[in-house]
């Protein structure tokens, strides 16, 4: 019996010390997941300018607003998400979203008398078709430069940033471009369900493809090989080449898209005010704790990510900091986010 009794103490003992094991396995899983740290940093953030502007940070249109106006970098962050996994840079998008919108807006008008105002849905098909096509031409055009040409990635796109947004200006004479068609702004740019902006809800949707693609498909299997080690993704048989392109050529269609929803949602299609998307895109990604070096991450964390500079510059807007300063404190953000990043690659190593 005191054999039984030593046992079942030692068992009982055995299951404590498991028990208290599992604890401290999930609390450190816990304190270094990134969406727990991202989710702190928000509610900071939240708080901070709650807490000088009650008035203005808590209502339901600034919520509302701030929802639809990160709908379109979020569709752009979605895009970068498998551009940084493959270890590259897409310094273009921004640019890629103008001229998309501007070349859609024109071809609505265009084929609309000169004004669109009053067009249907045909003529609203077609500008998406126009948005979306520019923009995958401009990530196509990335794509090949860098897989077939070998040219790196920050150069090409660098170029492309410069050269799209120079495109743009020249469609339209530098001016911005109206006519956007008042049933596109009613339906989808203002419109709502539930109360939730139908813009958001579209970017939503945008967002869950993308999730599955990368973590359901073969796709999204090569691009984490591919950021990985190119190499090694090359010598088991992936056509590295080609889904760089791909990837690409994925960022610069969502970039399109993005230029669309931006006129449903601006009534307009601006020329200026998108300099530092490809910067708010790439901050967010990272902050989501996509690694900057490639092979790791998820679009669920981008989603989070994605709120950061988001929060964060309509909150300066909201307490009057001049707009000056949005870019310097989103560069602040995404230095401490690449650092953060290497801190955690430094400790992983070291185990």
């Not at 039984?4 to 009982?12: A, G, I, S």
């Not at 170029?159 to 001016?175: D, P, R, V, Y």
């Not at 080449?241 to 299609?269: D, Q």
Request: hydrophobic share 50%.
């Amino acid at each position: 019996m005191i054999d039984e009794k030593k046992d079942d103490n030692v068992v009982t003992g055995s299951d404590h010390s498991t028990a208290d094991e599992q604890g401290r396995s999930i609390l450190r899983r816990l304190t270094s997941a990134n969406t727990l740290w991202i989710g702190l940093v928000l509610l900071v953030l939240v708080a901070t300018f709650g807490a000088i502007r009650p008035d203005a940070i808590f209502q339901v249109t600034t919520l509302q607003f701030l929802l639809a106006e990160t709908a379109v970098l979020l569709v752009l962050s979605v895009g970068m998400t498998f551009v940084i996994i493959t270890s590259g840079i897409d310094l273009s998008v921004g640019s890629v979203l103008v001229f998309a919108s501007v070349a859609s807006a024109m071809a609505m008008n265009s084929v609309s008398g000169g004004d669109a105002t009053n067009a249907g849905w045909g003529v609203i098909a077609f500008g998406l078709l126009v948005a979306v096509v520019s923009g995958a031409a401009w990530g196509l055009l990335n794509g090949l430069l860098i897989s077939r040409a070998k040219i790196p990635a920050l150069i090409v796109t660098l170029g492309s940033f410069g050269a799209a947004q120079g495109a743009a200006l020249l469609l339209n004479n530098g001016s911005n471009v109206s006519g956007i068609p008042d049933r596109l702004n009613r339906t989808f740019g203002s419109g709502t369900y539930l109360g939730i902006p139908n813009i958001v809800i579209v970017a939503a949707v945008v967002t869950a493809l993308g999730a599955l693609l990368l973590s359901t498909t073969r796709f999204g299997r090569y691009t984490y090989a591919v950021g990985s080690n190119e190499e090694a993704a090359r010598r088991v048989g992936i056509s590295v080449r080609g889904h760089l392109t791909k990837v690409y050529l994925l960022a610069g269609t969502l970039a399109g898209l993005a230029g669309f929803m931006g006129n449903a949602f601006f009534r307009v299609a601006v020329v200026t005010g998108h300099e530092t998307d490809n910067l708010n895109a790439i901050a967010a990604v990272v902050l989501g704790g996509t690694s900057i070096f490639g092979g790791m991450g998820s679009v669920l964390g981008t989603v989070f990510g994605v709120f950061i500079p988001a929060v964060l510059e309509k909150g300066l807007v909201i307490i009057g900091v001049k707009e000056f300063w949005q870019p310097i404190a989103v560069a602040i953000v995404l230095v401490a986010a690449v650092w953060l990043d290497q801190t955690r690659r430094r400790a992983r190593n070291q185990r």
